[in-house]
Structure formats: C-alpha cells, structure tokens
C-alpha cells in the first residue's frame, strides 16, 4: 500500500447527512461548531470534506458547494514565538493567497502549512485591514473552517466572527459567509471546556452551540465496523478468510487502538505489511496468521514507546 488513502474508509452510512448538515451550514451562512473527542477523526472528515466530499453527488444530494470556495485554516497550540491571533491570521492569509492562486490557473487549492509568523498588534491591524479584508472581498469564499478551533483565544474568535459578518458603515452587520469551527470538547453540553468557554464569548458562536455538529463515528460500534470493513476491504484490498469473521477484526482493532484515528492509520499500514504484496487484481487474504503478525507488530512497537 503506497499511502492511506482515507476516503476509502472514512465514509459510512451516516457520511451522506454529515456532508449536507455541513453543506447547509455554508449555504445558510451559519456557525456551526463541529465537536467531539480527541482523536475522533473530525480533522481527518473535515480535510475529506474540503478536498471534494462537499461537491460529490453521492453524499452532497442536492446541496453540493465547490471546494475552491472555502478557506480551510488550522489553529496550532500557541506557543512562544507566536500569539494564538497571529497564527490565525497568517493561516488565513496563506490561505487566500493559495486561493487566489488557485483560481488564476483554474485548479483547486492545495492545503499548506502555516509559517509561525510573529508579529505586533499593529502589524496584525495592517494584515487585517490591508490583506485579509481585500482579499475576502475580492475572493468571497462561501465559508471559513476552522481546524484545532479549541486552541482559539477570545480576540482570534473576534476577528474570525469580523470575517463571517463584518462590519460595514452602510449596512447593518450581517454574516456573508459560513463559519466551521471544529474543536476537541466533550459532547456532554455540562462540560464547561475552554472551548465551550470561549464560544460563549460571542453572540453568533453562543448562539450556535445547541446546534452543534458531534462528530464521533468512532464511538459508536456499528459505525466503527462499517469503517473497519471498508478499510479492510477498499483500502487494504483484503478479504477475511472464511473462520476469520469480519467482527473479530473490528473488535481486535477496537482494543489495538482504543479507537483512536490517527492509530487507525498507522495500524492500517503494519496490516498491510503483514498481508504481503498483492498478486494482480485479486484481494489479499485476512488470515489468522496475519492478524497474530498484526498483534505482534503492535505489541513491540507499543511496548517500544512506552
């Protein structure tokens, strides 16, 4: 297997109303937090969804938005070299030059890192009265997301909800655009997160947080299977052998993982070791021995970061 390729295992049954309730927030110009638990994989969808899960048929229905219209941005844990603010708004400049560029030459924009930039308040002014409003009129994205939304502080909040409804002088303050914000919060709205927190530091994300999108497909065990069988059969090209039923499988990389996405992933690369190469189109059996290859890769490598 030459990469992961998560699409083919990232959607399941419920992807179709995931990809319309997200396609509906942008068309409706809403804000709409999208929570659950680290290690859910809801950067992972959200990455999916942007890369072309928004326009396909299959799962956008009627409602399909293009990728070229939004503008996908990362927060990062702050740090020392830069305020949560200037990481913010240097993702957010990187990205609508990635867009304008995008659009000159007809193709889609392509995810980048965002440099740690530091600058001053008054150099984070200029960069916002000067770059990023010009180019958001110029551009007009039909929506901002926001990835690691739960390391945002209260001004980068505010200035992302200037970018959803600015402030005009001849007309009242209106959003123009949807606004994502996907953060790690427990789901039980009894939880008084950071995140919870500052959402409630503003009217329209307050307003918002009842109708927030939970995103945690892996927590629920049908779901789950669905996604282990697909990544078995689609990403891996394998089949269970006939005493090696297909729930065995779930339930080992249930334990494996603990459920974790980003273990998924990497435990999805020592199956494919132990399955060996792929002889022509025919899939690859899922054998007992390759599920005992699989525990004993994991184990080592388990034990060996411990």
Known sequence: ?????????????????????????????????????????????????WQGGC??????????????????VRARHPGSSASVVSDVLTGLE???KELERANMNGELPQPLM????????????????????????????????????????????HDLIELYAPTRRTSLRRPERGLILCGNTETTEKVATPFRKVLKT????????????VYAPLADRTEFAQIITRLVRQNLQAVPAEDLPMKEIAA?????????????????????RCLGKQRGDEPRQFTRNVLECIEQTWVKRTKGTR
């Open 55 to 72: 326009a396909d048929t299959e799962f956008a229905g009627d409602y399909p938005i293009n990728s070229h219209e939004i503008l996908l």
């Open 252 to 272: 080992r990389f249930s334990e494996w993982t603990d459920k974790e996405w980003l273990l998924i992933r990497t435990l999805a690369y020592i199956a494919d």
């Open 94 to 96: 990187v990205a609508l």
């Open 114 to 157: 965002n440099p740690r930039t530091l600058r001053t308040q008054g150099q984070l002014s200029s960069l916002m009265r000067h770059t990023i409003k010009p180019l958001m009129d110029k551009l007009n994205p039909q929506a901002i997301v926001m990835l690691e939304a739960h390391y945002l502080d209260t001004p980068a909040l």
């Open 1 to 49: 297997m030459a990469h992961v390729n998560v699409d083919q295992y990232i959607t399941t049954a419920q992807t179709a109303a995931r990809v319309q309730r997200l396609n509906q927030a942008v068309l409706d110009l809403e804000v709409l937090p999208v929570i659950g638990g680290s290690g859910s994989g809801k950067r992972a969808f959200l990455e999916w969804w």
């Open 202 to 213: 503003t009217g329209f994300t307050r307003a918002a947080l009842p109708d927030a999108m």
